[in-house]
T-cell receptor, first 111, second 117 residues
Framework: DAKTTQPPSMDCAEGRAANLPCNHS???????VYWYRQIHSQGPQYIIH???NNETNEMASLIITEDRKSSTLILPHATLRDTAVYYC????????????FGTGTRLQVFP | DTGVSQDPRHKITKRGQNVTFRCDPI?????LYWYRQTLGQGPEFLTY????????KSRLLSDRFSAERPKGSFSTLEIQRTEQGDSAMYLC???????????????FGEGSRLTVL
């Protein structure tokens, strides 16, 4: 399994973009990059995933570098409700059927 | 869509007692996962089912832990002879697996918090 490195914590002002980095330099060719978040006292919630191309949905955008060794999750206009722990998870659907979580980044959005 | 529900949400027990947690997945979901989470850590995989078949168990799942999904719907996770180290949040998740490969999208419940005194 690929190892990820995420900053333990980040702050962001409400209304500004939150850019959460993730290093996954040992990611293999068939591994996607998944992002989940966990709001306090709740279960994790799926946000977005991608393989090579940048992806966008109603929640966030995912930017993956060309060499795929790192990615950035972007919350374009952070709100207080985005305060959570964000997990970056490399995952290969053909190889395994379970997600392996690291320790993530604790994002604090302040007014 | 009622989501994944877990019961009880909180359980306090004395060391040595047995506890059982129940998980009701989203109704059409055929896969069900159990994770454990301690303070400051990400969720750790314990086991998962496809329908009633238990397909994988983590080494973390000692012989005091047993999980069942008898009819392919709800699941139970039982911990026998609880120890203080079992204190954690026990999370259940479900997904719909219709074609290979697994999509990676899990729907989690809010968890069952266990405190062993």
């Amino acid at each position: 399994d690929a190892k990820t490195t995420q900053p333990p914590s980040m702050d962001c002002a409400e209304g500004r973009a939150a850019n959460l980095p993730c290093n996954h330099s040992t990611i293999s060719g068939n591994e996607y990059v998944y992002w989940y978040r966990q709001i306090h006292s709740q279960g994790p919630q799926y946000i977005i995933h991608g393989l090579k191309n940048n992806e966008t949905n109603e929640m966030a955008s995912l930017i993956i570098t060309e060499d795929r060794k790192s990615s950035t999750l972007i919350l374009p206009h952070a709100t207080l409700r985005d305060t959570a722990v964000y997990y970056c998870i490399p995952f290969a659907p053909h190889n395994t059927d379970k997600l392996i979580f690291g320790t993530g980044t604790r994002l604090q959005v302040f007014p | 869509d009622t989501g994944v529900s877990q019961d009880p949400r909180h359980k306090i027990t004395k060391r040595g007692q047995n506890v059982t947690f129940r998980c009701d997945p989203i109704s059409e979901h055929n896969r069900l996962y159990w994770y454990r989470q301690t303070l400051g850590q990400g969720p750790e995989f314990l086991t998962y089912f496809q329908n009633e078949a238990q397909l994988e168990k983590s080494r973390l799942l000692s012989d005091r832990f047993s999980a069942e999904r008898p009819k392919g719907s709800f699941s139970t996770l039982e911990i026998q002879r609880t120890e203080q180290g079992d204190s954690a949040m026990y999370l259940c998740a479900s997904s719909l697996f219709v074609t290979s490969p697994f999509t990676g999208e899990l729907f989690f419940g809010e968890g069952s918090r266990l405190t062993v005194l």
